[in-house]
């Protein structure tokens, strides 16, 4: 079965409002994470990324924090605007390789 | 998509005809990988190479085919072989030097088996 998941499918945030979109991991020798965004009909687009000795990593509005003991990682998007409705897939590197392991997703829906 | 092309963006076929996807890269990336995304779900890795003429299978290879003849290029060929080949298909590449490595992907081919 597949070591990261999400929790929420889906997630609707009033424009303008902090939107976190969490996910779990069950493999500890995971030592690299990264966060796309999907839009739909495209290409995954990279947005941040946290290596596991780190546990918060900022960039434009947006931060990741990573938290080994729970295995848990989230994003956080401040002031959530239309343009950032998509899916966001976490995916995590087992330490030593090159492979990534995706989730299935989040949706995150911005209304007015 | 930062360098990545993939076509054609969308591609019908028969049943029981083979289909090639073209992926080339100008980012002077190492590694190319080729993932399978289905509705809802998320990507799955088919094919990777880190070098060139070298290649190894994903989770799913089974029905697909590839090869790394040129840094730029990794098409992916879709076999009859492959049981159930509609999907979303998506290329990456990253330096590939030493991991971890940054994946980035190409905009998608969307394959429909009519």
């Known amino acids: 079965g597949e070591s990261v998941g999400l929790h929420l499918p889906t997630l609707s945030v009033q424009e303008g409002d902090n939107s976190i979109i969490n996910c779990a991991y069950s493999?500890?020798?995971?030592?690299?994470f990264i966060w796309y965004k999907q839009e739909s009909g495209k290409g995954p687009q990279f947005i941040i990324d946290i290596r596991s000795n780190m546990d918060k990593r900022q960039g434009q509005r947006v931060t990741v924090l990573l938290n080994k003991t729970v295995k848990h990682l989230s994003l956080q998007i401040a002031a959530t605007q239309p343009g950032d409705s998509a899916v966001y897939f976490c995916?995590?590197?087992?330490?030593?390789?090159?492979?990534?392991?995706f989730g299935t997703g989040t949706r995150l829906q911005v209304f007015p | 998509d930062g360098g990545i092309t993939q076509s054609p963006k969308y591609l019908f076929r028969k049943e029981g005809q083979n289909v090639t996807l073209s992926c080339e890269q100008n980012?002077?990336?190492?590694?190319m990988y080729w993932y399978r995304q289905d509705p809802g779900q998320g990507l799955r890795l088919i094919y990777y190479s880190q070098i060139v003429n070298d290649f190894q299978k994903g989770d799913i290879a089974e029905g697909y085919s590839v090869s790394r003849e040129k840094k730029e290029s990794f098409p992916l060929t879709v076999t009859s072989a492959q049981k159930n080949p509609t999907a979303f298909y998506l290329c990456a590449s990253s330096i590939g030097r030493q991991p971890p490595d940054t994946q980035y992907f190409g905009p998608g081919t969307r394959l429909t088996v009519l």
């Open positions: 995916a995590e590197t087992l330490r030593g390789t090159d492979k990534l392991i």
């Open positions: 493999n500890s020798a995971s030592d690299y």
């Open positions: 980012l002077n990336h190492d590694a």
